[in-house]
């Protein structure tokens, strides 16, 4: 690499490798994973430009080991070893926590170029449709692989900022389009909820992300899907989250906050509302809403819910 600028790396491996030492002194990388028997003629075909590369990344590449979520608990203590990053694995962890990475997941370079247009969601009963038309801009033949990612509505659930749903490949010729289309069930959407011991999702407005990786997104297109959710128990002690969470709980704080909430303290910006979701009512409610004692402000509030649900709710 010192001698020429016009080194290409060809990396035959089972799993990441730390690219940042010499990625800079690359003129291409040339991933192949363990291809087999057959990796070295492919390998050619694909540097002598007999084929067009279009592949993607199963994982992220970050800049070191450290970056990684596991990082803290890998390899564990004596016998034990504690997976503390959950549900916060590769892309999952590096988008939500918006870490640099050398290569994002989904990444993959080819010889021609894709545009993305054209994107539409239709919601059926139980799965929903997305469609996008993709052109081929470069001089080449070539394949584009289409990600679809799902971006949950703000709730107090734990989730991450989006999360793959889908993808299609398509070939296309140079200068040609086609429409790509991902038929999706709306339990891809579901998330284990360890309290109804269930996969189920929140209702809401959520974004459907069509990208050419986890960090290009090409497009998005809102969809209100239904709940799928039980119905919560919600108290003055439930997190102002579970409230939110809840569609009549949402119409019933909603309307208390407008009425009786002080001035500018029943907005909450970006940055603050994450942080109060997770707070009890109990003690969001008094600070936010201090034209009326708390004790009045929860009878009311409540009774709105019962109103709305037309079932019995428990008062605290």
Sequence with gaps: MAVSNRVVVVLSNGGMVTVDPW????????EMWLG??????????????????????????????????????????????????????????????????????????????????????????????????????GERDGAEVVQFYSVPPVSGEDRPVHELIGFEKIALKAGRSGVVTATIPLTDFDYWNSQHRAWVHAGGEYMIQVAASSRDIRGQVAVELPSTEPAATLTLDSAMGEWFSDTDGAIALKEIMAQFATRGSGEWDDETLPLVLPMPLRTILPMAASKLPFPQLGEMLLQRLVELRGERIESV
């Excluded at 990625?23 to 040339?30: D, K, P, S, V």
């Excluded at 050619?44 to 279009?54: K, M, Q, T, V, Y």
């Design 23 to 30: 990625a800079g002194g690359t003129a291409a990388i040339l």
């Design 36 to 137: 087999g028997q057959a990796a070295g003629s492919a390998a050619a075909a694909l540097l002598f430009g007999e084929s067009n590369p279009s592949g993607k990344l199963a994982e992220s590449i970050p800049h070191t080991l450290a970056d990684g979520s596991a990082f803290h608990n890998f390899p564990g203590n004596g016998e034990k070893v504690l997976y503390g990053e959950r549900i916060y694995v590769g892309y999952r962890h590096f988008d939500t926590v918006g870490r640099d990475v050398a290569f994002p997941f989904g990444h993959g370079l080819s010889y021609t170029s894709f545009a993305y247009d054209d994107i539409a969601v239709v919601l059926g009963v139980d799965e929903l449709t997305v469609t996008v038309r993709v052109t081929n801009t």
